[in-house]
């Protein structure tokens, strides 16, 4: 698998490009933005590693250039952290988008996922019913009004909606939401449901939230 990491600052590049390598990849590695969006349009690389701030041509205008032209994973990874920013760089049509300073361990994990996927691109929205969940702005709402979730509340959510109609297992749910393996004794699935279910299920006629006997818990329709 070949990467292209477009970075300007001398150490981070370095330390990229070496870090990478060692985990198994093929890395080039442009220093401006000018460099690195001709090698994301002149070679066949599998995915790019894209700052924003870079001389020449910045992250952006390469985000919109490989958009226009190319259709392949792209992975934000820079200082820019406002909300605003990562918004943006989402909807220019990035993969996904991680902040500086940045486990490399987590940005490993994360290429890995867009590799073993491909371009998939994610809904910006999503409806159900009287339902609306906007996932870059981590917003839902039901009826027009807005219900304040916690993280792990929107994630799980997100999940159960982006799968809506699919009965899915408690492990499935804490390693998608939780990032961990299920174990029979701990309850943080069930817990988590109930509290979601209080905020969006609750206050409204119309149920969403279904439990599935013996497997799990499912979105959409009472199966």
């Known amino acids: 698998m070949a990467i292209l ?7 981070t590049g370095d330390y990229l490009k ?15 933005g000018t460099d690195g969006l001709h090698m994301a349009l002149a070679d ?45 760089g989402l909807e220019l049509g990035a993969d996904d988008y991680l902040v500086k300073p940045f486990s490399f361990v987590e940005l490993v994990l994360r290429i890995r996922t867009l590799l073993r996927r491909g371009v998939v691109r994610e809904a910006e929205a999503y ?11 981590r917003k839902a709402s039901r009826e027009g009004n807005e219900i304040a979730l916690t993280n792990k509340e929107f994630l799980l959510l997100h999940l159960l909606i ?37 905020k969006v299920d609750q206050p409204y006629e119309r149920k969403l939230i279904h439990t599935v006997r013996s497997i799990g818990y499912t979105f959409g329709e009472v199966p």
């Open 127 to 137: 409806e159900f019913a009287d339902l609306k969940l906007d996932v870059l702005r």
């Open 44 to 88: 066949d690389y599998d995915l790019v590693v894209l700052d924003v701030m870079l001389p020449g041509v910045d992250g952006w205008q390469i985000m919109r250039a490989l958009r226009d032209k190319r259709d392949l994973p792209v992975l934000f990874l820079t200082a820019r952290d406002q909300l605003n920013d990562r918004i943006r």
């Open 18 to 32: 070496k870090g990478l390598k060692e985990s198994g990849y093929a890395v080039d590695l442009a220093r401006t």
């Open 5 to 11: 990491v477009i970075e300007d600052d001398p150490k």
């Open 162 to 198: 982006k799968r809506q109609g699919e009965a899915l297992s408690r492990t499935l749910i804490a390693s998608e939401v939780w990032d961990m393996n299920f174990d029979s004794d701990t309850n943080v699935v069930d817990v988590a449901i109930k509290r979601l279910r209080a």
